[in-house]
């Protein structure tokens, strides 16, 4: 019964009040469905914050003497495990319950995470010593180069990283992405998901850009798809697929704005903001290096003005979440950019010039600086 299950976490919490972090760690007063028990939970927790002593005298005075807090003398009768076998209990119900309704809503994202955050449940986290690491050859991540040699004697690129490319409507965003895909497909397999173009529009741009034997020496590696809808599900699913043809090893998003979800928030900023965490979180689970296009916010400062982070459109999480920040620009008067490096987690940042090849429809590059 729900009311047992409630019952048997606040009763060993009383009787074990030194498992209240761990527990705290697994639930919260919203796995509550019984007010009763909600009501202790979050006293009880007030008074441990402040250092009270956890009695069942204290926590019904606490309480405002509420009138069924006469179960709270025996929730303790029956308690014979410790509390954080209680709280996984219910936090396990109420996954499941989440999982049965997401899957009756058809809300294939949410099901996922849940199912997820189930089968982590109780799961203790793999703690290894340094020596052990290294034993294994882990000391670091496989590099993904970019092929813009000067771009990767900055940047290093590495499975699980996520790295975002922003810039202004028009500068070439998704062709440069779309040229370090096929550049980096050259060595491991590579994917594009494309909510802008579709497959034969990439195909016809990558055909200007490289030779006949350069695209059918990498047509085994790389990898296109343009799904629908545009949304968080739909990257999971593509991404999935792909792996299971080829082991992708970096994947390109383009591009983030054009994204949304079918739950609903409160702004655009917060839905964006779950878009890029959970985008880095896939990046994770899958193990690949993930590049997203982005769009800057169209503020009042002159389209000839550098990019800072500050510009990113609509969510700062997209600076706190991204591994590296790299912004394509170019003034009006020249057809030649600068990729600006504005963030590097696991290196310096500095500034790529790069070179228009109007015969290629592409960008090049051949030198770079620090800041």
Not at 81 to 109: G, T, W
Not at 195 to 207: A, D, G, Q, T, Y
Not at 221 to 233: G, R
Request: net charge neutral.
């Amino acid at each position: 019964m729900e009311s047992d299950i409630e019952k048997n976490v606040i009763g060993s919490l009383i009787l074990k009040p030194g498992f209240f972090q761990e527990v705290s760690e697994i639930i919260s007063e919203k796995d509550f469905k019984i007010d009763l028990y909600r009501h202790a939970y979050s006293t009880l927790m007030r008074m441990k914050t402040r250092g009270e002593e956890i009695e069942i005298t204290h926590l019904y005075l606490e309480m405002g003497r509420p009138e069924s807090a006469s179960k709270l003398a025996q929730s303790y009768d029956d308690c014979i495990f410790e509390p954080p076998y209680y709280a996984r209990v219910l936090k396990k119900r109420n996954l499941q319950e989440q999982i049965n309704e997401d899957a009756k809503n058809r809300q294939y994202e949410d099901l996922q995470k849940r199912i997820s955050d189930l089968r982590l449940l109780g799961k203790p986290i793999e703690l290894q010593q340094l020596t052990e690491i290294i034993s294994k050859g882990e000391t670091r991540n496989e590099i993904i180069k970019t092929g813009y040699k000067d771009l990767d004697a900055i940047v290093e690129l590495e499975l699980t990283d996520l790295m975002v490319l922003a810039g202004r409507p028009s500068v070439g965003k998704s062709l440069l992405g779309c040229a370090i895909l096929a550049n980096a497909s050259k060595d491991c397999p590579a994917g594009i998901i494309s909510f802008e173009m579709s497959p034969m529009k990439i195909v016809n741009r990558l055909c200007h850009a490289y030779s006949t034997d350069y695209l059918n020496s990498i047509n085994p590696n790389l990898l296109i798809a343009s799904p629908i809808p545009f949304s968080l599900n739909s990257v999971r699913k593509t991404l999935k697929d792909m792996i299971s043809k080829k082991p992708v090893k970096i994947v390109l998003i383009d591009y983030l704005q054009l994204m949304s979800e079918t739950k609903e928030f409160r702004s655009r900023h917060l839905e964006i903001s779950f878009i890029i965490r959970s985008l880095k979180e896939i990046a994770k689970e899958f193990n690949v290096a993930m590049i997203v296009i982005s769009s800057l916010s169209r503020g009042e400062k002159s389209s000839d003005s550098k990019p800072i982070l500050s510009d990113l459109k609509e969510s700062g999480d997209i600076e706190y979440t991204s591994d590296i920040v790299c912004f394509l620009h170019r003034s009006k008067t020249e057809m030649d950019a600068d990729l600006i490096v504005a963030k590097n987690r696991n290196g310096k940042n500095g500034m790529v010039r790069l070179i228009w090849l109007k015969d290629k429809i592409t960008y090049g590059s051949y030198e770079w600086r620090e800041d």
